[in-house]
C-alpha cells in the first residue's frame, strides 16, 4: 500500500495546529482548516505494504477502518474513492479525525522502529473534503420496514446506531435531554477540539436523510421506558457514562470544587447560547485553577480555563510522568504510555512558561475560607511501591486556588433510567448486556456504548452503535 519505498523516502511529519498565540485569542478550533494535499499524499505514501495491518486488528481501530486501502488512494489523488472506502466502516470521520487518540497509529506496523503514519490526519482531510466538495449527499430509504426504533441518548454510539438503522429502513427517534443534539459531542468536548458547527451539519444531514431528533425530553423522569415500549418497536439505550467519580476529601462541599464536565458543559453553553465562554457562570477568569486528573478531559479544561483568562493553572497527576519511548513492558502494538504534550499543555507552556503537569501528588484536603468559599487545597507526594500506593513523609504541600476540577473519569450511568427500564447490572453498575449482542435482561430492549462498556472513546462507542444496530435489525426481521 502506499508507495513501496515511501516510507524511507518521506518523514512523519502531522499537520500543524493554528499558533498558540492566535488560537488562544478565540474559541475557534485549533486546526487550520486547510490541508495540504500533496503533504498529505507523501504521509499517504509511508503506508507500507506491512502484509497484516495491526492498525485494522484488535490494538488498533475498533470499527476496522480500511486504512491500507484509503492511505494508498489519498497517495494516488483519489480522494473520492478514498471517501468511500472510509465511509463503509465509519459513521463520523470528521468526529474521529478530530478528537479521537487514534489507536491505530499505536499499532501501525511501521511504528516498530519508526514514526507511524498520520492516519488521524489523513482521516480528517479526506471526510473534509468530502463535505467542501459536495460528495456527501442526503440519501434515500428505498425500503420502509414500518417499524420505529427509539434510541435515548445522542451520543456517538446512538448517532450511529441512528445512522445505521436508518439506513436499514427503520422510523428512528433519537431522544436528548439537553436542548442540543449531540451528547459530549456537543457539551463534553470543547469547540477548540470538536467545532459545533461540524456536530450541527452531520446532524442536519441526518435529519435530511430521515431522522427525527427530540430534545428536551429526559426519558426516565418526562417520560417512561414502558410509554417508548408501547410505541415503539425496539428501544436502545445509549445514555452514557455520566456518573463522574469524585474525590470524597476533608471539606469536599468548598464552593468552588467542581466536576470537569459540569465546567466544559456550562461554558460550551454560554459559548453557543451568548457567543462567549469567559463570563459564564462558572469562568475560570482571574483564578488560580487546578485541575486534578489527567487525559483528554483535564487537557479540555485546561484549554479552556486559559482562555476565560485564569491567573494560573496546575494539572495534577497521581501517576508519575511516563516514559519518552515505550517501556519493555509496554511492546508495540500496544497503545504507548509514552510522555505526550496535547494542545492544552502546550497553551500552558507558552502561557505560564511551564508544563502545568505536576505528577504524583494525591490532594489530602480542600480548605475553604470563612463563607465555605474555597481558598486552597493540600496534597501530599506518592508513589508505587509492589503496586501499593505510598505517601510520602514530609512531602506535603499548600497549594493556593479559588477554581478545583475533577477530572478523574466516570464510574457508571446514571441509573435512574436503567431503574425505570427494571433492567439488570453488571458489577461495575453499567446496563448489562453482552458485547455483541447488546440484549438487555428485558426485551426489547438493547444498550451500547459507554453506559454497556464503561467510559470509553468515540470510536469504541461509534463501533457499538453500528453493533447494537445490527442485532436490533435481526430482532426485528
Not at 183 to 189: A, K, P, T, V
Not at 402 to 410: A, E, I, T, W
Request: aromatic share 8%; with cysteine.
Amino acid at each position: 500500500m502506499g508507495k513501496v519505498t515511501g516510507f524511507k523516502e518521506f518523514d512523519r511529519k502531522t499537520e500543524e495546529y493554528r499558533p498558540v498565540e492566535l488560537r488562544l485569542k478565540d474559541y475557534g478550533e485549533i486546526f487550520t482548516g486547510t490541508h495540504n494535499e500533496s503533504h498529505l499524499q507523501n504521509q499517504g505514501a509511508r503506508c507500507m505494504d506491512c502484509g497484516v495491518p495491526f492498525c485494522q486488528s484488535d490494538d488498533g481501530c475498533p470499527i476496522n477502518n480500511l486504512i491500507p486501502e484509503w492511505n494508498d488512494l489519498v497517495y494516488n489523488d483519489k480522494w473520492e474513492e478514498a471517501l468511500s472506502r472510509l465511509l463503509k466502516t465509519n459513521n463520523f470521520p470528521e468526529f474521529t479525525g478530530r478528537v479521537c487518540p487514534a489507536p491505530c497509529e499505536g499499532s501501525c506496523v511501521l511504528g516498530m522502529n519508526n514514526p507511524a503514519v498520520t492516519i488521524k490526519n489523513i482521516e480528517q482531510a479526506i471526510i473534509d473534503k468530502g463535505f467542501e466538495q459536495g460528495w456527501i449527499k442526503p440519501y434515500d430509504v428505498e425500503c420502509k420496514t414500518g417499524k420505529k426504533i427509539a434510541i435515548v441518548g445522542s451520543g456517538p454510539a446512538g448517532l450511529a446506531a441512528a445512522d445505521e438503522l436508518n439506513k436499514l429502513g427503520y422510523g428512528v427517534s433519537v431522544f436528548e435531554r439537553d436542548d442540543r443534539i449531540g451528547g459530549l459531542l456537543m457539551y463534553g468536548i470543547p469547540n477548540m477540539k470538536l467545532g459545533k458547527d461540524i456536530v450541527d451539519r452531520r446532524i442536519n444531514f441526518m435529519k435530511d436523510c430521515g431522522v427525527e431528533f427530540i430534545t428536551n425530553v429526559n426519558v426516565g423522569k418526562d417520560i417512561t421506558i414502558q410509554a417508548l415500549q408501547q410505541d415503539f418497536d425496539a428501544v436502545i439505550l445509549t445514555t452514557g457514562a455520566s456518573e463522574a467519580r469524585d474525590l470524597p476529601v476533608d471539606n469536599r462541599d468548598a464552593k468552588g470544587v467542581h466536576m470537569a464536565m459540569e465546567y466544559l458543559t456550562i461554558n460550551t453553553k454560554s459559548l453557543l447560547d451568548t457567543g462567549r465562554a469567559d463570563e459564564s457562570d462558572l469562568s475560570a477568569k482571574g483564578k488560580d485553577v487546578i485541575v486534578i486528573g489527567g487525559g483528554d478531559t483535564g487537557t479540555d479544561c485546561i484549554g479552556t480555563a486559559i482562555r476565560q483568562g485564569a491567573k494560573s493553572v496546575v494539572n495534577f497527576e497521581l501517576m508519575s510522568q511516563p516514559p519518552a519511548e515505550r517501556a519493555d513492558d509496554n511492546p508495540w502494538p500496544l497503545w504507548p504510555l509514552i510522555y505526550r504534550v496535547d494542545y492544552g499543555h502546550a497553551e500552558a507552556q507558552s502561557t505560564f512558561g511551564k508544563d502545568p503537569r505536576e505528577y504524583q501528588l494525591m490532594t489530602k484536603s480542600f480548605i475553604k475560607g470563612s463563607n465555605g468559599e474555597l481558598t486552597g487545597l493540600t496534597t501530599i507526594n506518592v508513589e508505587f511501591n509492589n503496586g501499593q500506593l505510598v505517601e510520602i513523609t514530609g512531602s506535603e504541600k499548600t497549594w493556593d486556588t479559588q477554581l478545583v476540577l475533577l477530572s478523574m473519569g466516570f464510574v457508571s450511568p446514571e441509573h435512574y433510567v436503567s431503574d425505570d427500564a427494571n433492567i439488570k447490572l453488571d458489577d461495575r453498575g453499567n446496563y448489562k448486556a453482552d458485547y455483541d449482542q447488546y440484549q438487555t435482561s428485558q426485551a426489547g430492549i438493547f444498550t451500547a456504548g459507554d453506559c454497556r462498556r464503561g467510559q470509553s472513546l468515540v470510536v469504541w462507542a461509534i463501533d457499538e452503535g453500528r453493533g447494537v444496530a445490527k442485532r436490533v435489525n435481526e430482532y426485528l426481521a
